[in-house]
T-cell receptor, first 112, second 113 residues
């Protein structure tokens, strides 16, 4: 399985601090994606990083990818209460159809 | 939201009854997916479609069937619902013309008693 595994499973920090979440996976990937899910809602795509990229930025988000270690990290800088959500990494298996394999997620709580 | 709707949004049914969930999209995307989400798990792929009448199995397809007779609709059927199929079901489309990412619908919460 190419399942991603997030670490930690839960993270609680103060507003304004940075939050870092990690994802590990098992096999070679085409790309890796991060999603956010607010409680009771669907998933929202945050960022995609391709296997030949090492780092990518989008606003307050920074994603790194280390294919030699089969790991990725998501950094949220200057966290806000609205960032409270679960965050999932998904590895992509592209053989004809793109198939996402999700980890269990990191539950992030931003305390005001 | 990529124009994705799911119906119903909530359903309670009894063991042994058939259930059909509908996913509808308005942007003519070729690829559509059904996932389920359970506590302690990320989303797991049930079935996917790569065109009208073209479908294939995902990771957890046992007990589920799908149909796609029109581009805009992807149906997920539980022929005889079981309590283990109590879950939240998400539909997704793949936008491979621009970002090559998947966009998810709002989900259907299904409870099988």
């Amino acid at each position: 399985s190419q399942q991603g595994e997030e670490d930690p499973q839960a993270l609680s920090i103060q507003e304004g601090e940075n939050a870092t979440m990690n994802c590990s996976y098992k096999t070679s990937i085409n790309n890796l994606q991060w999603y956010r899910q607010n409680s009771g809602r669907g998933l929202v795509h945050l960022i995609l990083i391709r296997s030949n990229e090492r780092e990518k930025h989008s606003g307050r988000l920074r994603v790194t990818l280390d294919t030699s270690k089969k790991s990725s990290s998501l950094l949220i800088t200057a966290s806000r209460a609205a960032d409270t959500a679960s965050y999932f990494c998904a590895t992509v298996w592209v053989q004809g159809a793109q198939k996402l394999v999700f980890g269990q997620g990191t539950r992030l709580t931003i305390n005001p | 939201d990529a124009g994705i709707t799911q119906s119903p949004r909530h359903k309670v049914t009894e063991t042994g009854t058939p259930v059909t969930l509908r996913c509808h999209q308005t942007e003519n995307h070729r690829y559509m997916y059904w996932y389920r989400q359970d506590p302690g798990h990320g989303l797991r792929l049930i079935h996917y479609s790569y065109g009208v009448k073209d479908t294939d199995k995902g990771e957890v397809s046992d007990g589920y069937s799908v149909s796609r007779s029109k581009t805009e609709d992807f149906l997920l059927t539980l022929e005889s619902a079981t309590s283990s199929q109590t879950s939240v079901y998400f539909c997704a489309i793949r936008d491979y013309t621009s970002t090559d990412t998947q966009y998810f619908g709002p989900g259907t919460r299904l409870t099988v008693l």
